[in-house]
Each structure stands twice: as C-alpha cells, then as structure tokens.
C-alpha cells in the first residue's frame, strides 16, 4: 500500500555507477545527509530518488564527495538532451572497447604467430618493455574509470566492480612486468606476459556496458515519449492578441488558444469553442473524447478538430502529465522486497569475491602443478573479472522500469514496485460501487412528492444542499436543477455525513437530504415509505430523502448504469481465482441489484468509509491479500490499507494520492491487465535473478579451477570478461520482452 508522500522527491541523476556495489554506495552517502527520510537508487537507468527536507544541491555535493557525479533533474527536461548524453556515452564506450580490443587482438595474433621475440632475448629485452607502456596507456584510455572508481571506494572502505576490474586488469599489467624484469629467475611455466589479456578485458567490459547502455536506454522510452509529449511553446491571449510565448512563461488563469492539430500545452477547463482531443497516450483509450464549455483538458494530449479557448489550471510541475512523468519515475526508482534482498547479497558479494579470489590463489600456490605462481595469479586473475555483480543489480530495477513504462502506455499508472510485485498475488478483491462498478454519473429517475412541495421545489432545495457535496450523486441533481434552470438557494450551516447524506439550513428552516440511516439517525419517520424506498432499490435505484424540519416531503430516485465492461472484466477476474466483494454505501437492496448485474455474488452494503478500511484489514487477518477499486473520497482510507489500492483515474484526487495503481480511464478491465502484467514482471525478474545467480554460482568455481583436476580445463581471463559483459547484456535483453507485452 501507499502511505508515504511524494511531493518532498528530488530526482538525481547519477554518473559512474557501474554495479550494486556502486549503488550501496551511493544509498549510503544520500542516507546520510541531514532530512533525508528515505533514498532509492536505481542502478538501471542511474538515477536516485531521494525523499526528505534535504537541500538538493547538497545532495549533489554528497554524492561527488562520494567519488560519483550527480545533478537535480527537473520534472519536464528535454527528452533529446537526455537521448544526447546517452548516445555521447555509447559512443565513447564503443571507441575505448575499439582501442582495447584492436590492441589486444594485435598482441594474441602476434604470440599466436610468433611475431614477438621472445622475453628474455636480445630484440625482447627492449621491444616487450615498450609493450608494457603501450598496454599502461590503453589501459588508462579504456579504463581510468574503473581504475579511479576503485580508489575512491577504497578510500570510503567500500569494494565495487570497479575493485575487482582493477585488482583482475592491474594485477595482471603487474604480474607481465614481473614477468619482463625477472625473466631469467622465473619457471619457464610461468614466462607468460598478460598484456592482451588486460586489454582484451577492458575491451570486452567497455563494450558490454556500451551494449547495456543502448539497451538500457530504449526503457526509459516511455518517460521520454510522455516528456515529448508537452510542447514548447503555446499561443496565449493577452491584451486582445494572440502571441505566441515559451511554455514556462504561461501563468495561471492564462487564457490559451488550442487550433486544430496542436498539443495542448498546460491543464485547463474550455471557455468557449468545441472539439474532440485524443487522450490516447495518457489513457490507453483509443477513442477521441468531445470538448465542449466546461470541459477539462489535459497537457499533451492531441487536439483534432475544432479550436477553443481554455483557461489554465495547472502548470509546470503542476500538471497532470507532470505528475504522471513523476509518478512513474518513482515507481521505477521504488524497490520491491525482492529487489531489497538482492541489494543485501549484492552488498557483501563483492569482499566475498575478493576472499574467494586471494583463497584461490594460495590454493594454487600451494598445491597447485608448475609454475604454481602462473597458474595462482590466472585463476584469482579469472575469478575477479568474471564474478562482477553487474547482471545481479541490474537484474530487478530493469525489469521494473520496463514494466512500469510499459504500463504507462496502456492507462496504468504504478506508483510503487511492492504494488507491481504484490498485484499478481491478489487473493481477494473488494470494489467499490459508484464510479467504479457504475459509470458514476447518475441521473434523475423519479421525483416523488410526500408532501405539500411541488417537484420543482424539491429540486431545487436539493441541488442547493448538494452544491457543497463532493458525492457522485449530488452532480446528477445538479445537473437536473441547471437543466431545468432553477436557482439555487442559498445554504448555512451545511455538513456532509459520510455515508449517510447532508445536512443544512435554508431560509430558517433545517433541511436533511439523503438514505434511511440519516432519517433514522436524525429521528425522521420514513417507515411509511419503507415499501416504495424498497421497490425503487430492486430496480437498482438508490432513492434519497427530503426533509424539512424533521417531517419527510419528497423523494428524489437517482440510477447509476453499470458500466458497459464491467461484467467482462469482473468475469476475467473471477476465472483468475480472484474472490470480488462489492463495497458500497448505497442501501441493501439497491446494492444487490448492481451486483447481480455485474455478476457479483458477495455484497457489503451501507458500510461506511471507515468499515470499508476495516472489512479489508479483517480480509487481510485471514490470510487473503486484498486489493481495492475505488475512486471517491470514501474510497481513500480503504484504498490504503489494502496491500494494492487501485484508483480509477476519473475519480476524486484524494483517492488518487491514496492508491498503488492508477487507471487513467474508468475501465475495470484494466485491472486483470495489471495483475497480468504483475506476474509476468515477477517472472521476468525471477528469471534475470536466477540466472545471474546461476552465472555467478557456475563461473566462480569454474574460473577458479574446479574443472582442472579432472578434465585440465582453466578458463581465459579474457573469456571470462566476455561472458561477465554477456551475462549484463542478457539480463537487460530479458527485461525489454516486458516492453512487447500483450494482453
């Protein structure tokens, strides 16, 4: 469930990580600083997310004293600067594997070919010397960022994939130079240089990370499709002209002109003009939606027919597209339980490699055939390079923003990876009624009078009442009085009893407006109306009660039509073994009805905001994992204290802060699609675990010798910084399936 807020986030972008060793790091420095609550970093798209009163430019300076680079990213950046920087890095990778491998490839063909003179002769004495320099020098172009990573870990007693491509590459330029100078002394074993294969493995570090990079980078399309999505200028009114100005100098209240084929620029509510806009990108509903007077519209989205004039509501940082581009950075930046416990082994794994390593090398010291010193420093050599924890970090944040990403094109905001992890573990399932089972506008079906006020009076005390009610049904009556234009009454004293209705007083008299259990809590009489009130709501009609000082004077009946996909997505739901109990505040009856529409067999009737929190923590005490559907003010303490809250996205904006999971459209049928595509994240991440654990768990052994003793098989070193290089790219490649997910 989600409890924590979001608007104290700061975004930063990290440079120079390279592992989950990398990211302990960083976590830890961030966790440091003063304020901050709580931090999150994400080695996938290297980005942390840090929440808290800290100052972020302190953050900043944290991070650098931490031997990393960082700034603060705005909510609304140029997606293009973002792809620049990306394809720079890929490319400058690309040109260091180049350099790295051309010259390695010119040593193993020279040794293969026997072109070199040998170590210890007359032409080798001043020719592998100068090697030696070539090799240091490529080495300090394709790998000054592993080699000054791993001081600056050293130097905060931290170990990463820098401390074991340093200790595998440098040990091994070292070891060659050993080799070089005391030739003449050595085993004739051990007269081996390993120049090219220092190369040869930053070669192949640098191109699987330029490889990653790529691929790493097509998962945060979404983000950058939803910031591209946001023009950079719009066409304002001001002083009678229309001008055209940049999109950050619009204010609110800004009167904007939207033409035909334009983006919208900021939110805002129509003055005058009609259209129809396609929502398509925000909603994953492919049908344009009419504008007319009075209507929302929202930045990004892609007017098509008419122009009109809006007013603007929120800006900046301010809108519903910024908020969404915030929200599912969060998520991709939040860390399910599963992504925690593989930063606690990744944590450790790194000094655990360095023992196996230095444990390897005595091994072959000692018991080790000659030369035992040649075959001690490949084998601790091949465990460093191989061992390199890249593909175990990467293994569960790249999945999670794939998926996060992909569920932002389809309609489906998450705001947390425990809800991504938890939805596809759903047992029970508790919906709310209005709004969510219903279309939630309701419309008049009756106006009875009981008293001595006409009809028209009876609408039009009502609507006065409800003109301060948030309710979905107060917009129906609303709707009703304007139709028939009747003026409202003016209204004190008013309070709104969740659950039960409103209470106000009009021209001196005490009105009451709402359900039996009011009337009852008020001592109202109603029971002479208890059969009408009692067929109304077999018919699926919710009937409200007037009363004017304490006496019952009408009744206004009010249907709310089962939304048209509601039987099939509930249908879906069931056949995935998922229990549905419908939650409303409606009455008995009426409640019934709905439900036996919808297909709908368990029902909690007249439950108040309170007792729908409580029914699902009574769920929950018997071992079921709940998620709740809701999209009202009285859906919100509910929503979170189910393990996965779901918000219908045309709902209040309180149930919307309260929820995991956002549907940007009001289709239950989104709902089996985030279960779906819960567990098939699950999956993809248990994969990417298993088999980075599995890789780590065969290649250590294996590159430390197992294979030896019975079938004389050692790895390559250089073999061994090709399959860490794969195992990283694999991994990644894996994750992006997510991105072609159908359902």
């Not at 394809?87 to 260091?96: C, M, Q």
């Not at 950079?232 to 940049?246: F, K, P, Q, S, Y």
Request: hydrophobic share 50%; glycine share 8%; aromatic share 6%.
């Amino acid at each position: 469930m989600n409890t924590e807020a979001q608007d104290d986030a700061i975004q930063l972008s990290i440079a120079g990580m390279r592992c989950a060793g990398c990211v302990s790091a960083v976590e830890a420095a961030l966790a440091a600083v003063a304020g901050v609550t709580s931090v999150n970093v994400n080695f996938a798209d290297h980005t942390a997310m840090v929440k808290g009163q800290a100052d972020p430019e302190l953050l900043v300076k944290t991070v650098k004293a931490a031997g990393y680079d960082a700034a603060i990213m705005e909510g609304l950046e140029d997606p293009s600067a973002q792809e620049g920087l990306e394809l720079s890095r890929y490319r400058d990778l690309i040109k260091k594997a180049g350099v790295a491998g051309a010259f390695g490839l010119f040593l193993m063909l020279s040794e293969h070919f026997n072109w070199l003179p040998d170590l210890g002769s007359a032409t080798g004495l001043w020719l592998w010397p100068e090697l030696a320099l070539v090799s240091l020098g490529i080495m300090v172009y394709s790998g000054w960022q592993y080699y000054s990573g791993a001081v600056k870990s050293l130097k905060l007693g931290q170990a990463n994939m820098d401390t074991l491509i340093a200790l595998g590459t440098g040990s091994a330029w070292l070891y060659s130079c050993v080799v070089i100078d005391y030739y003449m002394i050595l085993p004739s074993l051990a007269k081996h240089a390993y120049f090219e294969a220092a190369v040869v493995i930053l070669a192949f570090i640098n191109l699987g990370t330029a490889l990653e990079t790529r691929a790493r980078g097509k998962t945060s399309s979404a983000i950058r499709q939803l910031i591209g999505l946001q023009p950079r200028t719009a066409r304002v009114v001001r002083n009678g002209e229309e001008i055209d100005i940049a999109i950050e100098q619009v204010g609110l209240g800004e009167t904007v002109r939207v033409r035909p084929g334009e983006k919208i620029p900021v939110d805002g509510v129509l003055l005058e003009g009609h259209s129809t806009v396609d929502e398509s990108m925000l909603t994953g509903e492919p049908l344009p939606v009419e504008k007319t007077q009075a209507s929302k519209v929202v930045a990004g989205t892609f007017n098509q027919t008419g122009s009109f004039l809006f007013t603007a509501t929120r800006i900046g940082r301010d809108t519903a597209l910024a908020q969404i581009i915030k929200s599912v950075r969060l998520a991709q930046n939040s860390k399910p339980d599963i992504a925690r416990l593989a930063d606690k082994i990744s944590g450790v794994f790194v000094p655990v490699v360095v023992a196996i390593s230095a444990l390897t090398f005595l091994l072959w010291l000692v018991f080790g055939p000659d030369p035992a010193l040649g075959y001690a420093f490949a084998t601790s050599m091949t465990v460093l390079v191989i061992a390199c924890p890249c593909a175990l970090g990467l293994a569960t944040p790249i999945s999670v923003m794939v998926a996060v990403g992909r569920a932002a094109q389809a309609g489906i905001l998450i705001r947390n990876g425990d809800a991504l992890q938890m939805a596809g573990k759903l047992t029970c399932l508790v919906v709310d009624k209005t709004g969510t089972v219903t279309e939630g506008k309701p419309t008049i079906a009756s106006i009875e009078m009981m008293g001595d006020l006409d009809e028209a009076t009876i609408l039009q005390l009502a609507a006065s009442m409800e003109a301060a009610s948030e309710h979905p049904l107060a917009a129906s009556i609303l709707a009703a009085a304007e139709q028939k234009q009747l003026p409202l009454k003016p209204v004190s004293q008013f309070a709104a009893m969740v659950g039960l209705g409103v209470s106000a007083t009009c021209e001196g008299q005490r009105l009451l407006f709402g359900n039996k259990a009011l009337m009852d809590k008020e001592g109202v009489k109603f029971t002479r109306y208890n059969n009408k009130l009692e067929k109304l709501s077999a018919l699926g009609q919710t009937p409200m009660l007037l009363a004017v000082d304490d006496k019952i004077v009408g009744m206004i009946a009010v249907a709310d039509a089962l939304k048209k996909d509601s039987p099939a997505a509930l249908a879906q739901l069931q056949q995935l073994g998922i229990r549905i109990i419908m939650v409303t505040g409606d009455n008995q009856i009426t409640a019934h009805a709905i439900a036996k529409q919808a297909g709908i067999a368990e029902v909690n009737a007249q439950v108040l905001p309170q007792d729908k929190a409580a029914l699902i923590k009574s769920l929950q005490e018997q071992g079921e994992i709940v998620g709740m559907v809701g999209d009202g003010i009285n859906d919100a303490p509910a929503l979170a204290q189910a393990d996965v809250g779901l918000a219908i996205g045309t709902g209040t904006d309180v149930a919307i802060e309260s929820a995991d999971v956002v549907i940007l459209q009001g289709s239950l049928l989104k709902v089996p699609e985030t279960i779906a595509l819960s567990k098939a994240t699950v999956a993809n991440i248990q994969q990417n675990l298993v088999g980075a654990f599995l890789y780590n768990t065969l290649s250590i052994p294996i590159a430390a010798g197992l294979l030896y003793p019975m079938f004389g098989i050692l790895l390559n070193p250089m073999i061994a910084g090709a399959a860490m290089a794969m195992s990283s790219l694999t991994v990644v490649t894996n994750a992006n399936r997510l991105r072609w997910m159908k359902w």
